[in-house]
């Protein structure tokens, strides 16, 4: 193993090592918090703010609920919310009672829910209504026997919040109608449960806290198992790297990404719980306009985000406007950060945006750049503490500094394996612990290490994952189909966009009704951007399609 010369280029006070027994769950770090900043506020939604008391009652009262429905420890809850106060009650209340949180993407089709839901036996779900029609649509095949339905405004009060549900119920119609019988109101499941019943179970390194599922090459979504070890690993890993810039009690955190993804989930909502932070949550950051509203009513210290994030504020004229004087801290992963997009970050606010580069796999953080870092590197940065990296080539040995290879991790952080997959888990990790990422990547002599290319055929739509083969398999379903290769074009936004192309068995297919039947089965970021019709597609001579070859006649942003 090559010399730790990256622990040289940390930032002072770093250390090399972290204490992983200062906490024995990530509910450990919520009560200490939940105790130490009771008055304070945890996270604010639409002008809305909940305490950490607040926050710490009402996850008894869901906890509570869950139990005495009959749910036992170890059972999976799934949450199907967009960024809402609902979403850290409903995780907390979940955790607390010894369950396991299944994270799902709400904008899920019902192909996609169906297969997460049966993957994960999942006994409970908590949805928002304006997509419980997706999972009444699939429930009957599935093995729910707990719905929790919530609205937008259900923890807003009297008048914002009933003025909100009425509004995307009646008059923007954003709520198709649904039939679940026996699904209960969120709200009546807070008052239905008792703070004081929760059965608060012993919780260790080794239980499992979250399925959270990522993308896989065969087309089918694999759930990580990610333990309370990982978790609490990864907070106390990316606290040690900012606490130097960090005012305990006193943080306000800007949540644009989604808290399901687990980006959000670990660098927002838990590092800043464990800060006594003030956590902002953007309901529909695609408003950018209404986001810059929310960003103007407060005196923020820290945002994450993604690449097409940060370069959409940049290019909404009122975002100049904003006083970036408390901003101390702008941390960006889930996709490469541009340098001309990081440039302008630090000319618009005065504040750098430091790169990070983690996976779902590694709960997520691996590698960040230091956070006294004054300009842009093109790196993802340093290991940070107790984690290795190294750079492997295709007979498993480790290159040399400079060299090209494939990105290896290992640390407290790595997922226990992939949820009832052992082949796929041995694929991916070694017995000594070492995490295969399927990125390649080179180091310097300072350790500091940069992703040159991707080993998988991995499309990466706006940070989240797209796999060509699951786009395949849904466009070969067409009848009028002959043959499919799907890959990713760049683009200035979003940073790749998926391109499909077509051999017809039919001619009279066309590039609208192919993408028609691709929404009803994929998340709008998976549906292809570009269809383009071709007389065959470029193959090896035992007929499998050559990507590379697919990617250099085909690459261009353009449809038939």
């Not at 990580?224 to 606490?243: D, E």
Request: net charge negative; with cysteine.
């Amino acid at each position: 193993m090559t010399e730790k010369t990256w622990l040289n280029e940390y930032s002072k006070g770093v250390p090399a090592e972290i204490d992983m027994s200062e906490f024995d769950s990530v509910v450990d770090i919520l009560e200490q918090s939940c105790e130490q900043y009771a008055d304070q506020t945890a996270f604010v939604n639409f002008g809305r703010e909940l305490s950490y008391a607040e926050l710490d009652k009402q996850s008894r009262a869901f906890g509570a609920r869950l139990q005495a429905l009959g749910l036992k420890r170890g059972d999976r809850v799934a949450i199907m919310l967009p960024n809402l106060l609902q979403y850290p009650i409903a995780l907390f209340g979940i955790l607390r009672a010894g369950m396991v949180v299944v994270n799902t993407n709400p904008l899920y089709t019902a192909r996609e829910l169906k297969h997460q839901l049966n993957d994960s036996g999942a006994k409970a779900i908590l949805v928002l209504e304006n997509f419980a029609h997706t999972l009444a649509s699939v429930i009957d095949d599935c093995p729910i026997e707990h719905v929790f339905v919530t609205g937008v405004g259900d923890l807003l009060g009297f008048p914002k919040g009933t003025f909100i549900n009425f509004a995307l119920r009646y008059i923007k119609k954003e709520v198709p109608a649904y039939d679940l019988p026996g699904a209960v109101r969120f709200n009546d499941a807070l008052k239905a449960g008792d703070p004081g019943k929760l059965e608060r179970p012993k919780l260790g390194h080794d239980d499992l806290a979250f399925l959270q599922y990522t993308g896989g090459t065969t087309g089918v979504s694999k759930g990580a198992m990610l333990t309370h070890g990982n978790i609490v690993a990864n907070v106390q890993q990316s606290s040690a790297w900012m606490n130097q810039l960090i005012e305990y009690g006193r943080e306000i955190i800007v949540t644009a990404l989604p808290l399901y993804h687990i980006f959000a989930l670990t660098a927002n909502c838990l590092v800043f719980i464990k800060f006594g932070g003030r956590n902002l949550l953007i309901t529909n950051p695609r408003d950018m306009n209404g986001f810059i509203k929310e960003l103007g009513k407060e005196k923020f210290t820290a945002i994450t985000g993604v690449n097409t994030l940060f370069n959409g504020l940049l290019n909404t004229p009122s975002f100049e406007n904003l006083d970036f004087s408390p901003l101390r801290l702008t941390l960006g992963g889930g996709m490469a950060v541009q340098r001309a997009v990081a440039e302008r970050w630090k000319a618009a606010t005065g504040v750098p945006l430091i790169e990070a580069y983690g996976l779902t796999e590694t709960s997520p953080a691996a590698c960040i750049n230091p956070m006294d870092l004054e300009d842009y590197n093109g790196a993802i940065g340093l290991p940070i503490p107790s984690t290795e990296c190294k750079v492997i080539d295709a007979e498993g040995n480790e290159v040399s500094t400079g060299e090209p290879g494939e990105l290896c991790i290992r640390g407290p952080q790595v997922m226990k394996g992939y949820w009832n997959r052992p082949e796929e888990t041995a694929k991916v990790l070694d017995g000594e612990g070492w995490l295969k990422t399927g990125d390649m990547a080179c180091r310097d002599e300072k350790g500091y290490f940069f992703i040159v290319d991707r080993k998988k055929d991995m499309i990466l739509v706006s940070g989240f994952n797209v796999y060509p083969n699951e786009i395949e398999d849904v466009i070969a379903g067409h009848p009028k189909v002959l043959e499919v290769g799907a890959i990713g074009v760049e683009d200035e936004k979003s940073g790749e966009l998926v391109k499909a192309v077509v051999v017809r068995k039919d001619d009279s297919l066309t590039v609208e009704e192919l993408r028609e039947h691709c929404k009803k089965e994929l998340t709008g970021y998976k549906v292809p951007r570009y269809i383009e019709f071709v007389d065959e597609l470029p193959k090896t001579n035992v007929g499998k399609i050559l990507r590379r070859e697919l990617r250099d006649q085909y690459g261009e942003p353009r449809s038939s």
